[in-house]
Each structure stands twice: as C-alpha cells, then as structure tokens.
C-alpha cells in the first residue's frame, strides 16, 4: 500500500510540475488578432491596460516591449517613446543575471531576475526602439540602438576530438542591427563605420548589396522601415517540454515589398530579416541544453528512485528511493521551457528607400503576391531633410488601406479645405481645441457663445480623454472607433491612415453640453 501511494504522489507531483510554465495570455491573443487586422490602436490599448506593475513579475519587461511594438505601430509616438527609453535602458544593461546560472539549473527560468526574452526577441526590441529613433530624426540614438542589436551570441560547438561541446562566442547575424546603424552613420557623416556596417550586412546576406549600395550613396531623402505578419509562437516541445519550440504563425517567403511615390513605382526591395528563421536557430534562442540535460538526469532519477523503492524491503533504502525520484521530478518539472513571449515581433522587416519630392506625396506600399498586405499613405511630407517612417502591414487587407485622402481634421496634418465642426457634433474635426481652432469651429456653425472651456467640458462629459490634456493619461481606443480616447498617430504610420482616411460611423452625443450645443445649431 506504502509504495502505491508512493508512486501516486509522484505522478499528481508530476502533473502540476508540467503545468507550471506561463505561456500566451487570454490578452496576448486579443493583441494578436488586432494586429492581424491593422487594428493596432485596440492592440495598442490592451497592452498598456494589461502589462504588469509588478516590477518582480517576469512579464514586466516583454510587456513594456509589447506596448513598443503596438504603440510604434499605430504611430502613437509619445507612448512609444516612453516604452523604447525604458526597453532601451533595460536591455543594455550588463550583469543583471550575473549568478543565476545554478539557481537556472534547478528553479528554472524563475530563478533570472529580469527576464528579457530570447536574444532574437532582445535583437528585435534593440530595433524597434532604432526605428522609433529614426521616426524621431535621432541618428545618434538611431545608431547607438541599432547597434546594442549586435551583440554576439552564444553558440555550442563541438571540441575537437571529445564528444563534449564548449560555449563559444560568434559574430551577430542580425540585419537589421547592422543596416539600421549604417543608416544612422550615413547620416552622422560617419563613412568608415558605416562601411564597416554595410561590410557586416552584406557578409550576412549578399543579396541584400543593392540596398546597401543605395545607403552608400544617400542620395535617397526617405527612409521606410517596414514590418509584416505575426512573428513565431513559442511552444513548450520534447520531453518534458524541455525545448522551446517556435512555430510560425505567418509563413515565411522572398517576396519583396514595392514602394511607389505618387504613382511612380520603384523597384523591389527585398525581405531584411525573417524572424521565423532567427527563432528556428538555436544560436538566437537560449538555455536549450540545460533544460534538456534536466530533463534527461530528472527522468532517470525518477525510474531510478521508483525503482529503488518498488523493489526494497529496507526502509531507509524505500526513502532513498522515494527522495531520489521527488528530486527528479523537481528536475524535470523545472527543465520545461518558460514560453513568455512578446507577441508584438513581425514575421518579418524590410528597409525601402526611396527619393521623394519636397512637399507633400501619397506612397504606396506593397509585398509583392499579396494584395491584402498593401497600404497607401498620404500627406508624406519632405521639407529639405531626411525622413524614417514606419509601416506596419496589416496580414488582413482593410478598405480603409487604399484610402489615400485624409477625411479628418487632426492633430498631425492639421485643417481640411473647409471648416469642420468637432467630430461629437457631427463635424471632422478630431483636433484639441485651441483658441485659434475656435474661429474654425464658429466659421463651421458653432454659436459664438460657446468657448474653448466649454468645449473641454463637453469632452469630458461625453468621457473622451485627449491626448497631452492630462500628463499620465494612457491612450485608449480612437473616438473614431467607439472608443474614449483623441489622438493623433504620426503621419506614414497606418494608424494615421486607418484613422483618418476611413469613414466611421457618426457619433451620437450623450452630454449635456454637446446636446445644448446642438440644439442651439439648429
């Protein structure tokens, strides 16, 4: 009886030792599906609603990555801003994790103090922040961020003549660490390291040479950095789910993304970097061997101790036993991959350049083979300088992506070419009201007695936040979209263009002062 409820502890000990890992949240796949669908202010919002503040959590820096990516992609430059500084500081810090190594061994991922996700994800997050550093017009920065996307990786090579393997340390083959410095020191007048940058990229992949011939030039005035698809899932795999396992949520393929400027088509330029590929390396990942070495001394502590006590009459040797199968199953349960993951890394990146006219241009971006991953962009606006703008493909075509005409009075591109009324009054207009914008709103049909107070308190008694109104004030869904929040995505974003380049259903006033106001309109 004593060695069956031996071998019942086991296997109930067991079962909650493999279900102890953490994985996709019921929020991540909300994430997951709007980014699917360009959605990206939703994606946006459910991130920096859901992201943990719990500074102990092993969450809290992979959400603070989350809201990076999401807030870059819907153009929301302020949230992003902050989100990048942060992930920046916390990646590039060294010897946070110094000494863990034995409590690794046997509590697991647990045991790191900050987790910060795999190096591809770290790789990928050191370039998210670059970009919104070129958005910005930072090279310096630009180029300090893309390059912390360099560092070497660790790899296991076997030592000649043994049947053992060594850690050994190998160049990073990350693209686009190497061409987003590059175009960073092209514009810092840096010409020997930006060789050495393009040297490294085309080393890496050589069909990647013509566009870093076009970055040797800088003759181009706009830079495009754009994402596409859902990057891979990470999976628990093998025994005891020792390995994580990446498998693509978006396929992988060459296809290349075309950019056209006011009608006029470029050529091709082609993928920079698949994340699909960089997950499936094992140089990119980490910790794989010593969760399989656990899982493989836990498995034969467990027969062994199992054995042991099955077998003896002794009972000091059943307890040796029963110890060394508990402690194996320690081993094991911990051997099992932590599958945390931020789920906002693309499928894949590509960097377009292209030669825009000063002034205003519409540009349309295209993958080639897939009509669904297009997007036009107007009010592309050169003024003399250098440009970056990011774009991020939606996976699902949208009608609103073939636009092409701003709709909406806002914050970045300014009036139309007529006076509108505020959007909760049945106008166009999604701009923070302003004194001067008042004289718009009462060439629009406004009474003249209504005021710039008055118009904050019509926003705050129908529950819409604007953005830089109240400091700390997180941004929520677009009034544009049913939600409580104004803002104004950057132009050459896709939130730009969902926004305001798509018609939305009308708004119906619930206030007291939005309703007296149109009342007195009548």
């Known amino acids: 009886m004593r060695r069956w409820v031996v071998m019942l502890v086991l296997v109930g000990a067991a079962a909650l030792g493999v279900g102890c890992a953490g994985g996709v949240r019921p929020s991540d796949d909300a994430i997951l599906r709007a980014m699917h669908n360009g959605d990206y202010g939703v994606a946006r919002s459910i991130a920096m609603r ?23 992609a819907e153009g ?32 697991g991922d647990q045991a790191v103090r900050v987790w910060k996700g795999e190096p591809f994800e770290q790789a990928a997050a050191f370039a998210a922040v670059a970009t919104v550093d070129g958005v910005n017009g930072d090279w310096g920065n630009m180029r300090a961020s893309a390059l912390g996307a360099t560092f070497q990786l660790r790899e296991l090579a076997e030592v000649e003549g043994t049947a053992e393997n060594e850690v050994e340390f190998i160049a990073s083959d990350f693209e686009p660490g190497h061409a987003l410095a590059a175009l960073g020191e092209r514009r810092l007048g840096l010409r020997a390291e930006m060789e050495e940058s393009l040297r490294a990229l085309v080393a890496i992949s050589p069909g990647l040479g013509g ?3 076009r970055i040797r030039t800088g003759s181009d005035n706009a830079a495009f950095i754009i994402d596409y698809g859902l990057g891979p899932e990470k999976v628990a795999a093998g025994e005891d789910g020792s390995v994580a396992a990446f498998e693509p949520r978006t396929p992988s393929d060459s296809a290349g993304v075309v950019v056209s400027v006011n009608g006029r088509t470029g050529g091709a330029f082609p993928v ?5 590929r ?8 980490s910790l794989e061997e010593q969760r399989r070495a656990k899982s493989a001394i836990g498995t034969g502590l467990v027969y062994g101790g199992i054995g042991v006590a099955a077998l003896s009459d002794d009972s000091g040797a059943q307890l040796a036993g029963l110890g060394a199968a508990l402690a194996g199953l320690a081993l094991k349960a911990t051997s099992r991959a932590d599958t945390r993951q931020c789920v906002g890394v693309p499928q894949r990146t590509y960097l377009a350049l292209a030669t825009l006219p000063q002034g205003v241009s519409l540009v349309s971006i295209g993958i080639e083979g897939r009509p ?5 962009l107007p009010a592309i606006e050169i003024d003399g300088g250098f440009r970056v703008f990011y774009v991020r493909l939606p996976v699902r075509g949208q009608a609103w992506g073939a636009g092409g005409r701003v709709l909406y009075a806002n914050d970045a591109t300014g009036a139309l ?3 509108e009324l505020p959007w909760v009054l049945g106008g166009r207009c999604v701009r923070s009201p302003s004194q001067d914008l008042l004289r718009e709103y009462r060439a629009a049909g406004l009474p003249e007695w209504v005021t710039v107070g008055d118009l904050r308190i019509m926003y705050e008694e129908e529950g819409v936040a604007i953005s830089g109104w109240s400091a700390g004030v997180p941004n929520g869904v677009h ?3 049913g939600g409580d929040a104004m803002y104004a995505p950057v132009p050459g974003s896709v939130g730009f263009v969902r926004l305001f380049c798509g018609e939305h259903p009308v708004y119906v006033a619930r206030g007291e002062m939005a309703i007296r106001i149109q009342n007195d309109m009548r």
């Open 272 to 276: 920079l970097t698949d994340y699909n």
């Open 479 to 481: 009034v544009l979209e």
């Open 372 to 376: 669904g991953a297009r997007v036009e």
């Open 278 to 285: 960089l997950a499936s390396d094992l140089k990119w990942t």
């Open 50 to 72: 859901e992201k943990t503040r719990k500074i102990s959590d092993k969450r809290y820096l992979l959400d603070r990555q989350l809201v990076l990516w999401t807030a870059l």
């Open 211 to 213: 566009l870093a011939a």
């Open 417 to 419: 070419d007529r006076p």
């Open 76 to 107: 929301d430059m302020p949230a992003a801003n902050g989100a990048a500084d942060y992930t920046y500081d916390q990646l590039r810090v060294q010897g946070v994790n110094a000494g863990t190594d034995f409590g690794r061994f046997f509590l």
